[in-house]
Nanobody, 125 residues
């Protein structure tokens, strides 16, 4: 059974940093595309960052250099390092996984089959 479990979120101040983790079970992360999404009430789930399967590209920088997604295949985990946080980064964050991907669709929620339950991140001034 595929499961994804995010770390507990946190409240941070503007300009601060936070690292989210997502631990998987029931599959080998090396063979899956992994991603982080976020969602605020009423809005759709937006892709934040994704990293392709394998290990040739272990990390990807996104959000204009503020966020980095990186995978740890040895520990079946994926992380999201968030720096220079802004109030608009406040959201529920989800990790997601899928064994196949059209690369251009790697930040679309419909591209992912497996999801964590989400973790709340709040950025306050």
């Amino acid at each position: 059974q595929v499961q994804l479990v995010e770390s507990v979120g946190d409240s941070v101040q503007v300009g601060g940093s936070l690292r989210l983790s997502c631990t998987s079970s029931g599959f080998t992360t090396r063979t899956y595309w992994l991603a982080w999404f976020r969602q605020v009430p009423v809005n759709e789930r937006d892709g934040v960052a994704r990293v392709p399967l394998g290990g040739c590209t272990p990390y990807v920088v996104s959000m204009k250099g503020r966020f980095t997604i990186f995978r740890d295949n040895d520990n079946n985990s994926v992380y999201l390092q968030m720096n220079s946080l802004k109030p608009e980064d406040t959201a529920m964050y989800y990790c997601a996984a899928n064994p196949t991907m059209i690369p251009s669709q790697g930040l679309l929620a419909d591209s992912y089959t497996y999801w964590g339950r989400g973790t709340q991140v709040t950025v306050s001034s």
